[in-house]
């Protein structure tokens, strides 16, 4: 199972908020676990240059610096960094190399389930 960056991204944002991030990680005790998490990274500088930037409403840089820097308080050891300032087809390329090495590992493993 692959992690749904969602997940995170949401924390992170409780963070940010000051709201209790010990409460959202609560929805997913007890699910499966994923084999490995993505991070697609890239300093919110640097994505703030990206045309289309500010079309949502959370793209302000300043809201973007303080959440990157939660998700990097979140980020842990075992998560896949994948440098995001790479062309679409780099990225690619790394994300299915990683993705079929971790179905290969995984594939007759038991499931893991997540507990906080």
Request: hydrophobic content about 35%.
């Amino acid at each position: 199972m692959f992690g749904i960056k969602y997940k995170r991204d949401i924390i992170a944002y409780i963070n940010y908020l000051g709201l209790d991030a010990n409460w959202c990680k609560q929805s997913e005790q007890g699910i499966i676990a994923p084999d490995t998490i993505f991070l697609c990274d890239i300093s919110p500088d640097e994505a703030s240059r990206r045309s289309g930037f500010g079309d949502e409403r959370y793209e302000q840089l300043d809201l973007q610096t303080r959440v990157y820097a939660q998700m990097q308080q979140l980020r842990q050891s075992d998560w896949t960094v994948i440098d995001a300032r790479q062309s679409e087809q780099q990225m690619h390329e790394q994300i299915v190399e990683v993705a079929q090495n971790t179905i290969n590992k995984c594939a007759n493993m038991s499931l893991k389930y997540l507990h906080f």
